[in-house]
Nanobody, 117 residues
Framework: MQLVESGGGLVQPGGSLRLSCAAS????????MNWYRQNIGKERELVAG????????RYVDSVKGRFTISRDNLKSMVYLRMNSLNLEDTAVYYC???????????WGQGTQVTVSS
């Protein structure tokens, strides 16, 4: 299996980015998909998650109203649209695929997002 993130980079405060995660090697539509982030010296934090069908999503309070998670089960892709970025959003963002019934928990290699003026 493989999860490959892309779309990170350097952006000014108030700017936007869209992260993408390409999945392969497993039945994508059977997995909940999540975006986590981690900054130096901090624990990895769940930012957003979306159910296997895309019917429900959840967000950490700090990104509600600014970030949107979505998925395309035909393309085995998950996205994170990030608007109104601020300095506290700077982190490495990781794509995660989880199926608790199967006991599977997969991770991508991460993509760096840096918000700086």
């Amino acid at each position: 299996m493989q999860l490959v993130e892309s779309g990170g980079g350097l952006v000014q405060p108030g700017g936007s980015l869209r992260l993408s995660c390409a999945a392969s090697g497993f039945t994508f539509s059977r997995y909940e998909m999540n975006w986590y982030r981690q900054n130096i010296g901090k624990e990895r934090e769940l930012v957003a998650g979306i159910s296997n069908t895309g019917g429900s999503a959840r967000y950490v309070d700090s990104v509600k109203g600014r970030f949107t998670i979505s998925r395309d089960n035909l393309k085995s892709m998950v996205y994170l649209r990030m608007n109104s970025l601020n300095l506290e959003d700077t982190a490495v963002y990781y794509c995660n695929a989880r199926n608790e019934w199967l006991g599977d928990d997969y991770w991508g290699q991460g993509t760096q997002v840096t918000v700086s003026s």
